[in-house]
């Protein structure tokens, strides 16, 4: 079965880097897309982009461009996103979401990422 | 950007009643719009796609239907689980935007 296992909780200060992963298992990863989200607890929930596992191509939303940078690993089925320059707005939860035709059916667990001195 | 404004922000409602949650795109969506279900420090669930057809696995009390631009979500005899926020996503165009979610408690 389908399955998108995020990496744990991030804890990190101010003006640091993060990257976060999700692996995946159960369909063809390198012939897929792979969208991240954001969500501070309490509120909806926002597009950060996306990208075709086949070739690297990616899509941001506007918002978090320069913030966040999408890749894949095909050999190891991993899809990872870069947060960079984390201010305290940048805290929240972090999702990756497998891509369908039917919708974004496949979740990861998400991550908890805090910006903190 | 697409505004989905979604209303009402929350609802409480018995078994006994019919449940309706609505998203209004701010321009036309061609039916690319999905519902989700979130329970607290959980992944969001599809509950529909392609703004009526049901998500494999999700009860058929779950429905969804559009008037113009505006999709609607209804639960007919809705169950204690079916507590939980529900949000709409539109995927016409991007960025992707989801509506602002609607806290459902089911007494």
């Known amino acids: 079965q389908v399955k998108l296992q995020q990496s744990g909780a991030e804890l990190v200060k101010p003006g640091a880097s993060v990257k976060l992963s999700c692996k995946t298992s159960?369909?063809?990863?390198?012939?897929?897309?792979m969208s991240w989200f954001k969500q501070i607890p309490g509120q909806s929930i926002e597009w950060i982009g996306m990208?075709?596992?086949?070739?690297?191509?990616?899509g941001y939303n506007q918002k978090f461009k320069g913030k966040a940078t999408l890749t894949v690993d095909t050999s190891s089925s991993t899809a990872y996103m870069d947060l960079s320059s984390l201010t305290t707005e940048d805290s929240a939860v972090y999702f990756c979401?497998?891509?369908?035709?039917?919708?974004?059916?496949?979740w990861g667990q998400g991550t908890l990422v805090t910006v903190s001195s | 950007d697409i505004q989905m404004t979604q209303s009402p922000a929350s609802l409480s409602a018995s078994l006994e009643e019919i449940v309706t949650i609505t998203c209004k795109a701010s321009q036309g969506i061609d039916d690319y719009l999905s519902w989700y279900q979130q329970k607290p420090g959980k992944s969001p669930q599809l509950l529909i796609y392609?703004?009526?057809s049901l998500a494999d696995g999700v009860p058929s009390r779950f429905s969804g239907s559009r008037s113009g631009t505006q999709y609607s979500l209804k639960i007919s005899r809705p169950q204690v689980d079916d507590s939980g926020i529900y949000y709409c996503?539109?995927?016409?165009?991007?960025?992707?935007?989801f509506g602002s979610g609607t806290k459902l408690e089911i007494k």
């Open positions: 996503l539109q995927s016409y165009s991007t960025p992707l935007t």
């Open positions: 392609d703004a009526t």
């Open positions: 159960g369909y063809t990863f390198s012939t897929s897309y």
């Open positions: 979401a497998r891509v369908g035709e039917l919708g974004f059916a496949y």
């Open positions: 990208i075709y596992a086949g070739d690297g191509g990616t």
